[in-house]
């Protein structure tokens, strides 16, 4: 291990192993979450122009990190999961290399920093590899000029070739504004520098503006183009308006806030490695991992030479308290909030190198024979805690392949203009503008116009707006990016979904059911299920989203299907077959269609013991009241109406 040690590429090789540890053993059973659909869609659908326009919208400057991977990954998920567990990596080693021109002989200062960088728990959402490709490039090339500026100000390289590969890098901050405020850090390493060397101040001061000056320029460049030419068409600057009206009032509240994302971006994020959720509980890959990357990073550790106890705690300390400071600014002067929770954890992201600085000077302060032993226990749990991240999309990529097979089974075709209707968006990771781009590739894949003939409305995002009321006959209208959808309420198609649950269309028997929503409840009053869904020609979602096992929800759903179009006989049959198979539904409601085939189809004991069954669920009487009333119209006869009366208290 010793011989090891000296080895050039010890450490990057290292990181690469805690890399796949943290965000690379569940890459082939992950898909697309997110605001991923939107890009994976558009470059799929309308090519690398289309995804030009998708994102030139907020950020024109960034479809060139798009061309890089595009033509490559194509439709291949595995292939963006894997470029961003790559990007990861190469950051964790650039960061590695400009912590230890920093802080030479503090051996393994550069390995603590560079493990919680790259392994930085405050930002989960590793698994939407496309949306945050981008972010993760530009946050390279900010360390590479970062690097370079450095080796420069060292004199140790060719100094004019460093500042050009530096400068040139430094535009990259036109891409993405995330990492703007961190430009301010640039100083702060250039003191770090002339502390070490014992320049006179002034001296230090004069080299500090020679070699921060280009980097100057570039972010002067950036805030004229943001400001007065691009302007902010998304995210205005909440705060200046603020100080403009009330600057008191305005300052204090931005003092709450440094507190407030100081203790979520740092105390926050660092605690919750040793929170386990519990709904969804560690499985014993996890305990594994976080044992056998404890062992390795340890014994790497304890075998190689230490030279932190040279090092001052609180250069890290005040490096990473700046860096925090400045990796706010974009979001305190936008208002954008930086929290721990899905979406928002995010905006965490420049929040990584303070951090991961801070945590390392306050390894510093601990005992040297206490500190490995912390910073593998830290290292080991956060990637423990990337794994099951990783592990709760691969659930949440399960339900969705659930959610539109089921809705395929149920609905082969779609008029065009239907509106797929939810109470709120059934599935965690994703929004309606994520979920719109899987109906369109769904039910019309070949359509290249820039008018969607589909679109997923949650009723939380746009009832009031884009859906003005409950009400047929609406005129609706909804656009995203460069994309536009019109269409009328006549054609909404509620849904609902729940775990351990079958999706289902609400009509005029399920929006009997009282567990499902009462403004689903309320569109299916006047929506038509009838008039939207047709049986051919059969779409199935992209070939990307795999085909869940024919259980009962599938089963159920051409049941469903088949009671739309009167099939009373193929329900039957396929009662036979679920019968056969040992299906039954967790929801007993869903037994419903095959209540109504069984009865009209002279099995009428078997049907009225179903209904009893159902019955056993509470709040089923008014579904089971209006089947029978149904099936009472279909069929006469006197003795059915009198059992129904009888036997489930049906007026």
């Known amino acids: 291990m010793k011989i090891l040690i000296k080895q050039k590429w010890t450490e990057p090789l290292l990181l690469l192993v805690i890399a796949v540890m943290a965000y690379g053993l569940l890459i082939p059973w992950l898909g697309i979450f997110g605001d991923d659909w939107p890009h994976f869609w558009v470059l799929n659908t309308y090519g690398l122009e289309g995804l030009n326009q998708l994102v030139a919208w907020d950020r024109p400057f960034s479809a060139w990190v798009y061309w890089l991977i595009a033509p490559i990954g194509r439709d291949q998920i595995w292939i963006y999961h894997t470029y961003l567990l790559l990007l990861r990596w190469i950051g964790s080693v650039l960061f590695f290399y400009l912590v230890k021109e920093l802080l030479p002989e503090s051996e393994p200062l550069p390995f603590w920093a560079a493990s919680f960088f790259l392994l930085y728990p405050g930002f989960r959402q590793s698994p939407q590899p496309l949306e945050f490709i981008l972010h993760f490039t530009v946050l390279n090339l900010f360390l590479v000029s970062n690097f370079c ?30 990492f703007i405020g961190l430009e301010l850090l640039r100083p702060v390493f250039l003191l770090i520098l002339e502390y070490r060397k014992r320049t006179e101040w002034k001296n230090a001061l004069k080299r500090v503006i020679l070699f921060w000056s280009p980097y100057i320029l570039v972010l002067l460049m950036y805030a004229y183009w943001r400001v007065f030419v691009f302007k902010f068409p998304t995210y205005k600057p909440t705060f200046l308006n603020q100080v403009s009206s009330n600057p008191i009032n305005a300052i204090m509240g931005l003092g709450q806030v440094f507190l407030e994302d100081f203790r979520a971006a740092i105390l926050g994020a660092w605690r919750q490695i040793f929170s386990l959720p519990i709904e969804n509980s560690p499985d014993f890959v996890y305990f594994v991992l976080t044992i056998v990357a404890f062992i390795i990073i340890f014994l790497f550790m304890k075998s190689g030479k230490t030279a932190a106890d040279k090092s001052f705690p609180l250069i890290p300390l005040i490096a990473g308290l700046c860096a925090v400071v400045f990796a706010g600014i974009p979001f305190w002067i936008t208002g954008i909030p930086v929290q721990l929770d899905f979406p928002w954890d995010r905006s965490t992201l420049p929040f990584m190198v303070g951090a991961s600085l801070i945590l390392c000077g306050f390894l510093l302060l601990l005992k040297p024979k206490f500190r490995n032993f912390i910073a593998a226990l830290l290292i080991s749990f956060s990637i423990g805690m990337h794994y099951q991240s990783a592990s709760n999309y691969q659930v949440e990529w399960n339900k969705l392949s659930q959610f539109f097979w089921q809705l395929t089974w149920r609905a082969p075709s779609l008029k065009s203009g239907t509106i797929v209707l939810s109470d709120v968006v059934p599935l965690f990771y994703y929004g309606d503008n994520n979920l719109t781009p899987v109906l369109n590739w769904t039910y019309a894949p070949e359509n290249k116009s820039t008018s969607l003939p589909y679109n997923f409305f949650d009723m939380g995002e746009r009832l009031g707006k884009n859906l003005p009321e409950l009400k047929p006959d609406l005129p609706v209208e909804h656009g995203y990016r460069f994309v536009t959808f019109k269409s009328n309420s006549n054609n909404l198609l509620p849904v609902f979904y729940k775990e351990e649950s079958c999706l289902k269309i609400v009509n005029k028997i399920t929006l009997l059911d009282t567990s499902i929503p009462k403004k689903l409840r309320t569109a299916a009053k006047f929506s038509n299920p009838d008039t939207v869904i047709q049986k051919i020609p059969v779409s199935n979602p992209p070939n990307v989203i795999p085909e869940p096992v024919h259980d009962w929800c599938y089963y159920y759903q051409k049941a469903e299907l088949n009671a739309q179009f009167s099939d009373w006989e193929a329900i039957r049959n396929q009662f036979s077959v679920v019968k056969d198979l040992g299906f039954s539904p967790v929801d007993k409601t869903e037994w419903v269609p095959f209540i109504h085939a069984l009865a009209v189809t002279g099995e009428t004991e078997k ?26 119209l279909e069929n006469s006869q006197a003795t059915i109406k009198d059992n129904v009366t009888k036997k489930f208290g049906c007026d």
Do not use: D, N
Not at 158 to 176: N, Y
Not at 609 to 615: N, T
Not at 619 to 624: N, R, Y
């Open 149 to 178: 500026m450095v080796k420069a100000a060292q004199g140790k390289s060719r100094t004019w070739l460093s500042q050009i590969i530096g400068t040139i890098a430094a535009f990259s901050m036109f891409s993405v504004e995330y």
């Open 607 to 632: 049907a009225e013991e179903l209904s009893e069954h159902v019955l056993e669920q509470e709040g089923t009487k008014p579904l089971i009241c209006a089947t029978w009333a149904e099936i009472i």
